[in-house]
């Protein structure tokens, strides 16, 4: 426990907190979970796909939207969490300072890259966008509450908030250009049909904006050093592998001329 405190500060005096670290990681890892085993949530190269009991592609209950517009619900309220946080929590405290920002910058980034990146070509089921959107904004909003109730503690004894601001920078440049050329691949002759990726870290693995992603969320916890963005960040991963599992398996399915070496996640490794 002692050499614990040295890296996070104290579980808050929050049972909203407490509770909602353990079961987000508890969900988080369901769902990851549920990816590997063909449960998917509906969006991207699943939205129309079948599940495990079921070989038919099967009906969304709440129906579907577009793929930018369920994006779009996805990220946007997470933004603006991140950058209400600026004038309803004003602090000039550094590291909560660091956490905000670093929020309100990856949602603003994912925000643009739906606007002005990214070629779509299916739809998002409703219910998999209320998930997802409900998942970011709480997230965002917890691990921003969970900063403020760490003001005037005493701080961790390793300090790991620069490691966490040059992990964020690698993350979210490297999910951005991984992005871009996702976006390029399809642009090359104006259709919108799938395609294996090449090019950056698409040589030896199919997920790596999902790589850089996960490195933007454990840079979320270096920076704030906080139980709620611990456990988030493991769940984050947690669903991103399982994920990043499907995506393989969907590409080998669908693309005789896949080359196995190329690796879901982890180069080399998985």
């Known amino acids: 426990m ?13 049972m909203l907190l407490n509770g909602m670290s353990v079961v987000g990681l508890a969900a988080l890892a369901k769902v990851g979970w549920s990816e590997v ?22 009906k969304q209950p709440l129906g579907s939207i577009s793929s930018r517009n369920g994006m779009l619900w996805v990220y946007t309220p997470a933004f603006l969490a991140a950058s209400a946080s600026f004038f309803v929590l004003p602090s000039d405290d550094l590291r909560f300072l660091l956490l905000k920002s670093a929020l309100a910058l990856h949602f603003f980034k994912r925000v643009f890259e739906v606007l ?51 992990m964020f920078v690698v993350g979210i440049i490297g999910n951005m250009y991984h992005h871009v050329l996702l976006a390029k691949l399809r642009s090359e002759d104006g259709k919108k049909e799938y395609k294996i990726p090449k090019g950056g870290l698409f040589d ?9 992603e996960i490195l933007v969320f454990w840079s979320f916890f270096l920076i704030s050093q906080t139980i709620y963005s611990f456990t988030f960040a493991m769940g984050t991963m947690c669903y991103l592998i399982g994920r990043s599992y499907a995506t393989r398996s969907w590409y080998l399915s669908k693309f005789d001329d896949f080359p196995k070496h190329v690796k879901a996640l982890i180069p080399f490794v998985f």
């Open 37 to 58: 085993t063909g449960n998917h949530l509906k969006y991207s190269k699943f939205a129309s796909s079948s599940t495990s009991t079921s070989p038919k592609p099967q």
């Open 204 to 212: 030896i693995i199919i997920c790596p904006h999902y790589l850089f």
């Open 116 to 166: 002005f990146i990214h070629k779509y070509s299916g739809g998002m089921a409703v219910d998999s966008a209320i998930v997802i959107s409900s998942s970011y904004f709480s997230s965002t909003a917890l691990m921003i509450y969970s900063q403020n109730l760490t003001l005037g503690l005493t701080e961790p004894s390793f300090d790991m908030k620069l490691a966490g601001v040059v």
């Open 2 to 14: 002692e050499m614990l405190k040295s890296f996070v500060y104290p579980p808050p005096p929050s």
